[in-house]
């Protein structure tokens, strides 16, 4: 189902930061910097920006690596320290088909690995330590503790800005442009006091999980070894702090290494699997991907994706929707936009496209529209303008009266096919007229093939709605 979603739009004042770090004989004592969002906002933020970059960057398709690769996060993840765990981070890890040596982390928990950066490491512990690295700071949440103490800027913009300088040196990239406003930097350059923090996290998280922190520095030899005058990008986005090397080895002197693992050989397998394929694209090739809309070697940018996501929770989780509404949806579903429309959606079924729209493949949209009064013609003309978006939308046998959030409304059932995976999907898209004659619209989204199991949760979700118009 694709829509075109407006954000609102939040502003940021200015506020102090103050960090502080106690030295002392044993680890060094980590300070989360000042930070004035909540952390669904980091959670929020960055999986609308992941939802853009797993549809405008090539991921390598490759069951065995995804699998390793999850298992290094996995436990890097379990080991962070109690203080520092935040219940509604989602850690997520996904290899970008990319040559430059780089690798990212989006507020909240998406972390992205250049196919580059695991190329060019030595060992599974080098490639634990960059993400140890960027895992410290989705945990110590510098991505919005930065935006904290940042000049005024709006919040629902960023995510459509970071994108530019996650590519980097691709000036002709239809994303790239975003980097000129200079608002992805916010988020993706850290300080230098950010970058020493999650240097020394960093290698007290590979203790805790039972790799050698010191591997981490070793890491960052090479890279400042890699990629001619300027280094790879990671170094640009991640800059020394000073003495990085040093104080790197100097902290893993404090720490102890909790069950250490042997050596398994698989690093060594992913390397030789790495090599056995395509060579990576280029930054350049990439952004002339998106200005043909071939990402994912595919004509349409998402069309043909496979998208896994969990099933609908049991457990529920109610959401103010505008100042009109209270839905409740299973709790492994996120909102995604605000005001008029809201995407509720699991992991991974939300995505970002380039012409300022959206697409989800599961889950439900709330929204308001103008109305006439008249429910049956309104719903008529809300479905021509949803065919008009969606070509392939066809009703399936005919409309019903149904309970919607306490009132008679009406439901019908359509059958789509997904813009993004090129599947059939069935809609279920229920109206209900409000006091001021607008018309409220529920619109339940998933693959033809899940339909029975979504179906008792779209009607409890939409009979289960509080209208508020009095
Ligand atoms: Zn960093």
Redesign the pocket.
């Known amino acids: 189902m694709t829509r075109i979603h407006r954000h609102a739009r939040r502003t940021l004042t200015v506020l102090m930061v103050s960090t502080a770090m106690v030295v002392a004989s044993a680890q060094t004592r980590i300070v989360p910097p000042k930070n004035k969002y909540a952390p669904a906002d980091d959670v929020k933020l960055g999986q609308e920006a992941a939802a853009q970059v797993r549809q405008q960057l090539p991921l390598v398709d490759d069951r065995q690596l995804d699998d390793w690769v999850e298992r290094v996060g996995r436990r890097l993840v379990d080991a962070i320290p109690s203080q520092f765990q935040q219940p509604a981070f989602r850690y997520t890890f996904d290899e970008v088909n990319q040559k430059e040596i780089n690798a990212f982390a989006l507020p909240g928990g998406p972390m992205f690995l250049n196919r580059g950066m695991i190329e060019a490491a030595h060992s599974e512990g080098e490639v634990a330590g960059v993400m140890a ?2 895992l410290s ?1 989705v945990f110590l949440r510098h991505g919005t503790a930065q935006a904290t103490k940042g000049e005024r800027f709006q919040i629902g913009a960023v995510a459509g800005q970071v994108l530019g300088a996650i590519i980097g040196g691709t000036a002709g990239s239809v994303i790239a442009q975003g980097s000129q406003f200079g608002l992805g930097a916010y988020f993706m350059k ?1 300080s230098r006091e ?2 020493r923090q ?2 020394l996290m960093g290698a007290q998280l590979l203790a805790r999980a039972g790799y050698d922190p010191r591997e981490m520095a070793t890491l960052f030899k090479t890279l400042e070894a890699e990629g001619g005058n300027s280094g790879p990008e990671w170094l640009s ?2 800059p020394n702090p000073g003495n990085r090397y040093d104080a790197i080895i100097r902290e893993a002197q404090t720490l102890t290494i909790a069950n250490r693992q042997p050596a398994t050989g698989e690093f060594q397998s992913m390397q030789s699997r790495l090599k056995g394929m395509k060579p990576a694209y280029t930054a350049e090739q990439i952004a002339q991907m998106q200005k043909s809309g071939r990402v994912q070697d595919s004509p349409t940018g998402t069309s043909g994706r496979t998208v896994q996501v969990s099933a609908p929770s049991t457990q529920y989780r109610t959401y103010q929707a505008g100042n009109l509404l209270r839905v409740s949806v299973p709790s492994n579903w996120q909102p995604y936009g605000s005001g008029n429309t809201v995407t509720y959606a699991p992991e991974g079924a939300y995505f970002q496209q380039q012409n300022g729209g959206s697409a989800f493949t599961h889950g439900m949209e709330v929204g308001v529209t103008q109305g006439t009064g008249d429910l049956a013609r309104d719903t008529q003309q809300l479905l021509r303008s949803f065919a008009q978006s969606n070509p392939q939308l066809r009703q399936q046998g005919s409309a019903r009266r149904e309970n919607v959030g306490g009132r008679q409304g009406i439901t019908a059932v359509l059958t789509n096919v997904s813009e993004v995976t090129g599947q059939p999907e069935q809609i279920e898209l229920s109206t209900a007229q409000l006091r001021d004659n607008s018309l409220l619209y529920v619109i339940g989204v998933a693959p033809r093939t899940d339909a029975d199991v979504y179906q008792g949760t779209f009607r409890r979700v939409r009979q289960g709605m509080q209208i508020n118009d009095r």
Do not use: I, K, Q, V
Request: charged letters at 40%; a negative charge; aromatic letters at 20%.
């Open positions: 690295h960027e700071h850290f950010y970058e999650a240097d986005d991640h």
